[in-house]
């Protein structure tokens, strides 16, 4: 079974930056997309960003477009998420999740493999 695995997370303030990564040792990763999705206190799952197999594609929520990027590199088997001008909001576990379809996908049913999380935490 594939397993993913968070890394990265941490204490931020307002204003500041982190990079979240997901690897893996399955090289099946490759084959298909990747997401992000988190989980903040009280609240739904919801998706973040998804990057295509080839990494050309990329796809984000509307809340973290323009701060947040999403990549890939294949050769380590590892997606990043640089996360930019961080909110308070942006409190929550973030998981990755891959796909067997090779397209971005934003929707949780779409993955079929996900990490344990990593926590961010924002202060105000």
């Known amino acids: 079974q594939v397993q993913l695995v968070e890394s990265g997370g941490g204490l931020v303030q307002a204003g500041g930056s982190l990079r979240v990564s997901c690897a893996t040792s399955e090289r099946t990763f490759n084959r298909g997309a990747v997401g992000w999705f988190r989980r903040a206190p009280g609240k739904e799952r919801e998706f973040v960003a998804s990057?295509?197999?080839?990494?050309?594609?990329?796809v984000y929520a509307d809340s973290v477009k323009g701060r947040f990027t999403i990549s890939r590199d294949n050769a380590k088997n590892t997606v990043y998420l640089q996360m930019d001008t961080l909110k308070p909001e942006d409190t929550a576990v973030y998981f990755c999740a891959s796909s067997l379809y090779v397209t971005v996908q934003t929707a949780p049913e779409k993955y079929n493999r996900w990490g344990q999380g990593t926590q961010v935490a924002v202060s105000a």
């Open positions: 990057i295509s197999r080839t990494g050309i594609n990329t």
